[in-house]
């Protein structure tokens, strides 16, 4: 079993930046691939990157490729999202998610068996 908490989350204006946090409990996860996803109010939830067990494979989506950079330390058991250049668009919750085997379609949220809390992110004019 594994535990997500993601931190980090707050209101930023339009070009700034955020980094968030998913850290996770159990000795397990640094074999997990982690995906990111997000839900802004009214739209279904989203992908926007997922990183594999190593750290050496990495996915985005086409929405935040160059501005979003994700992250990992096995040694802490944490997985980063590091928000850069944001936009109005990127007001959403975002969600941290994991899981020891995703077939091949990194960016659905039904590949991945835990799911952390979420933490808000508000971008501002």
């Known amino acids: 079993q594994v535990q997500l908490v993601e931190s980090g989350g707050g209101l930023v204006q339009a070009g700034g930046s955020l980094r968030l946090s998913c850290s996770a409990s159990?000795?397990?996860?640094?074999?997990?691939?982690v995906g990111w996803f997000r839900q802004a109010p009214g739209k279904e939830r989203e992908f926007v990157a997922a990183i594999n067990w190593n750290g050496r494979g990495t996915w985005y989506a086409d929405s935040v490729k160059g501005r979003f950079t994700i992250s990992r330390d096995n040694s802490k058991n944490t997985v980063s999202l590091e928000m850069t250049m944001l936009e109005l668009e990127d007001t959403a919750v975002y969600y941290c998610a994991g899981d020891s085997y995703v077939g091949g379609d990194y960016a659905s949220p039904w590949e991945y068996t835990y799911w952390g809390q979420g933490t808000r992110v508000t971008v501002s004019s």
């Open positions: 159990g000795h397990a996860f640094s074999s997990y691939v």
